[in-house]
Nanobody, 124 residues
C-alpha cells in the first residue's frame, strides 16, 4: 500500500518561510518523479513544483519560480518543498504526489498517488 504523508505546514507571516516534507512508503521511491500541488478554497488544484526521479531536473510555474525549491532525498524516501518569501496568496492546502514514471509531470492527471495534504496559511 502506497502512502504519502505531508508535514511542515502551518501559519507564517508574509515574507516568511516554511519547509514542507512528504514521506513516501510502500513503493520504490527513487524510480518515480514527484510533484507538489496546492488548492485554495473554491479554486482548482494548482501545480507548484515537479522533480524527476534523480533530482537532476525540476520545474516551477511562474507563480512560485524563484521563491520555491523542490528537492528529494532518495535515501530517506522523502521529497521537500522549501518555500521562501511567502505571500498571502500562497495560502492553500499543499499536496505531494507521485507519478508512475520517472519524468516530470505538470498537471494533476500526470500523477497517480496523492497525500492528504498539509495546510499553509500566510498572514498579511
Amino acid at each position: 500500500q502506497v502512502q504519502l504523508v505531508e508535514s511542515g505546514g502551518g501559519l507564517v507571516q508574509a515574507g516568511g518561510s516554511l519547509r514542507l516534507s512528504c514521506a513516501v512508503s510502500g513503493r520504490t521511491f527513487s524510480r518515480y518523479a514527484m510533484g507538489w500541488f496546492r488548492q485554495a478554497p473554491g479554486k482548482e488544484r494548482e501545480f507548484v513544483a515537479a522533480i524527476n526521479w534523480s533530482g537532476s531536473n525540476t520545474y516551477y510555474p511562474d507563480s512560485v519560480k524563484g521563491r520555491f525549491t523542490i528537492s528529494r532525498d532518495n535515501a530517506k524516501n522523502t521529497v521537500y518543498l522549501q518555500m521562501n518569501s511567502l505571500k498571502p496568496e500562497d495560502t492553500a492546502v499543499y499536496y505531494c504526489a507521485q507519478r508512475v514514471n520517472s519524468g516530470l509531470g505538470f498537471g494533476p492527471t500526470d500523477y497517480y498517488y496523492w497525500g492528504r495534504g498539509t495546510q499553509v496559511t500566510v498572514s498579511s
